[in-house]
């Protein structure tokens, strides 16, 4: 596996940027940077439950099943994928998902003196397909949390 980073500083508070990041207002917002020939598609639905479900579709119903492996508003968010939605069904044991699954989604804020600091970082398998996509969705994603957290 394969560790991405990703920083930001944001002139706003770690609530306001936790906020951003997780809304449903404004997720999909942000998350079109990972398919922008489908703006606003992005949405998570969750439990908010350590160990619980998580899924982040697309507007076909497409998309990833994870669980939150660590969750302390407004400065951590872990999720574990587990798998992907496809057609309705979760796949969690083809070999492709195998090749993932386990692998780590992390966002943690740090705050001081009202500018927040955003860490967050996704594993991939080496040599993935999906490297550049990533890089592109989470600097220009980033930008966005950035922009609205600062309005």
Do not use: C
């Amino acid at each position: 596996m394969k560790t991405l980073q990703f920083t930001k500083e944001i002139d706003a508070t770690a609530q306001k940027v936790w906020d951003v990041l997780w809304n449903p207002e404004t997720y999909s917002k942000w998350t079109s940077a990972f398919n922008p020939d489908d703006p606003e598609s992005g949405s998570m639905q969750t439990d908010w439950q350590v160990g619980g479900k998580t899924l982040f579709l697309g507007n076909s119903g497409n998309g990833m099943v994870a669980t939150i492996k660590s969750i302390d508003e407004p400065y951590e968010l872990v999720f574990k994928h587990l798998g992907e939605m496809i057609d309705g069904r979760e796949d969690t044991t083809s070999e492709r998902v195998k090749t993932w699954a386990g692998s780590l989604e992390e966002y943690y804020l740090t705050e001081q003196n009202g500018i927040t600091t955003l860490r967050a970082s996704v594993q991939i398998p080496d040599g993935d397909e999906g490297e550049e996509i990533m890089n592109l969705g989470f600097t220009a994603g980033l930008e966005v949390v950035k922009r609205l957290a600062e309005q």
